[in-house]
């Protein structure tokens, strides 16, 4: 195992240890961590969550959720993790519960070796993060000078809930932190397909001279779900789909298509030019909004089997919260002028799948004459899928075999997971990253900032479904989506990439 693949010395806090997160992901993470050698012997986990829990009774529990959530744990390979593993009880918004987390940390620091490295990982209600920040802090738990031992703090999104709050949790966080010690997880950004964007424009010679709007009439980033919103309905109401997805994940993967090459591959230089994508956006305002977004929410599936977003637990009856968005946007640039980003997600639709659909533009003229050969010559189109499918494949026109001519669309395929079976999984990669202090696949405090420049005014436009354009339209629940969504493209003579192929 490379040097890089193993985390130096540290004592990872998680701010919220006894919840959703830490069970689900984060626990049977770095328990495979563990297990694959990620982790030095020097390193130990505090949880702290208002839960009564002494270390036995923590151990216990996540020893279930790692049964339940992740590999099921053999008893030697637990037993060495688990000593690992302590818990402190404590409540956020009581200082003296800093105090005593001072204490702690700075004992298991000199019973694991730490060197007094540690990371903060955030795994607790958003709205009490700025709060956390303020009292470790005041604690005297975060060291910033960058020769000593590193402090560093990990949150999950969201990053606020509009541009203001956002900007508000950025400033709480860099009175305390700098912002090389400030790590936003977007879990998108650790899987391989979406890394390998930049790196198939950028290190190959062929598409780079292609990606223009001279050559590429459109792109549509795509990210279906075929779930529904489940047992999050009430964190679902207040965030809705463009929070949840479309301000992160969405527009993260228009920058990494969009922006123009980095000076360097470091964490700076590349997200220097994320924020440039970010910055081109062209605000929608006002009753414009509507021309270009089309929201919906799911409704019953045509046989009932599927229940509509009103049906779920913790939803209003009345809500007017969106579960899909399709939205058309424009990159106000030297590169991308009049190229139209359709951009597209949604819960409960007919297939899970993220992808990004590059469709260059048509011959300029069709030289075999014979009209029917010319009418089936498509357009070329690039395709990077992300899930589930790990692929990339470029559609091309080929000649079917025998007399005259006759043009196929053929497609030329690469699969990710048949070449690398043992990609690491996204969270792993990132946890690795963030504990390295690496930060190329971290969103930085201006780009945060700048999504929520162009996101907020649509958030505006739409707010509370009071004018009679803002409501969402509904569509069956397994279905591809509203039809007004299929109108949006169809305006500009395209079609969406059918979610689950044609
Ligand atoms: N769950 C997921 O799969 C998921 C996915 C993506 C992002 N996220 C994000 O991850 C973060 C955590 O989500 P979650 O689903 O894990 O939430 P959660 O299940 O509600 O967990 C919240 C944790 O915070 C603790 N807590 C709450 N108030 C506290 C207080 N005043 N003092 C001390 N501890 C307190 C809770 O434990 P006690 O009640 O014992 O105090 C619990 O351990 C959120 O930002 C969420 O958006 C979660």
């Not at 959703?20 to 563990?34: F, I, S, V």
């Amino acid at each position: 195992m490379d040097k890089i693949d193993i985390a130096p010395p540290c004592l990872l806090v998680i701010l919220g240890a006894a919840g959703d997160l830490t069970r689900r992901k984060l626990m049977p993470t770095l328990y495979a961590m563990h297990i694959a050698g990620h982790l030095p012997p020097s390193f130990a986990i505090l949880g702290m969550a208002r839960s009564e829990m002494d270390d036995a009774a923590f151990r216990a529990a996540m020893r279930t959720a790692c049964e339940t959530f992740g590999d099921p744990p053999e008893d030697a390979g637990w037993q060495s993790f688990a000593d690992r593993l302590h818990y402190q009880t404590g409540n956020f918004n009581d200082a003296d519960a800093y105090r005593a987390l001072a204490g702690r940390v700075t004992e298991l620091d000199a019973r694991h070796a730490t060197g007094g490295n540690r990371m903060f990982f955030l795994a607790t209600l958003p709205s009490l993060y700025a709060a956390i920040a303020t009292q470790l802090g005041a604690a005297g738990l975060v060291h910033l000078d960058p020769q000593g031992p590193f402090s560093r703090v990990l949150i999950e999104k969201p990053f606020g809930h509009d541009l203001s709050s956002a900007q508000a949790l950025n400033h709480a966080l860099h009175e305390v932190f700098r912002e090389e010690q400030i790590f936003r997880i977007d879990h998108y950004l650790g899987k391989e397909t979406v890394q390998n964007i930049l790196v198939l424009r950028f290190a190959n010679a062929v598409f780079e001279p292609l990606w223009n709007r001279q050559h590429i009439d459109y792109v549509q980033i795509s990210a279906a779900e075929h779930i529904g919103v489940g047992s999050r309905g009430g964190y679902y109401e207040e965030s809705g789909v463009l929070r949840d997805m479309v301000q992160n994940h969405l527009l993260q993967l228009l920058a990494l298509v969009a922006m123009e090459a980095p000076l360097n591959f470091s964490a700076d230089r590349v997200r220097d030019r994320k924020v440039d994508v970010f910055r081109a956006l062209r605000t929608m305002l006002g009753e414009e909004t509507y021309h270009d977004v089309v929201l919906g929410q799911y409704a019953p599936s045509a046989d009932g089997s599927l229940p509509g977003y009103h049906q779920e637990a913790g939803v209003a009856p009345d809500s007017v919260t969106p579960t899909f968005a399709a939205l058309k946007v424009h990159v106000d640039n030297w590169r991308w002028q009049g190229v139209p980003f359709y951009l597209r997600t949604g819960k409960r639709l007919a297939k899970g799948c993220a992808e990004v659909v590059v469709q260059f533009r048509s011959i300029p003229f069709c030289v075999f004459g014979e009209e029917q050969a010319c009418a089936r010559i498509a357009p070329n189109r690039l395709v990077l899928s992300i899930q589930p499918e790990e692929s990339i494949h470029l559609e091309f026109a080929t000649k079917v075999p025998g007399n005259g001519l006759a043009v196929d669309t053929a497609r030329m395929h690469f699969g990710f997971n048949d070449r690398y079976p043992d990609a690491p999984p996204p969270y792993q990669r990132l946890l690795l990253d963030a504990l390295r202090g690496e930060q190329l696949l971290f969103s930085r405090a201006d780009g945060v900032e700048m999504s929520w420049h162009f996101i907020t005014p649509i958030l505006e436009a739409y707010a509370d479904g009071i004018h009679p354009d803002a409501r969402p339209y509904p569509y069956p629940a397994g279905s591809q989506g509203p039809v007004a969504a299929d109108e949006l493209l169809a305006q500009d003579s395209h079609n969406w990439q059918r979610l689950g192929g044609v």
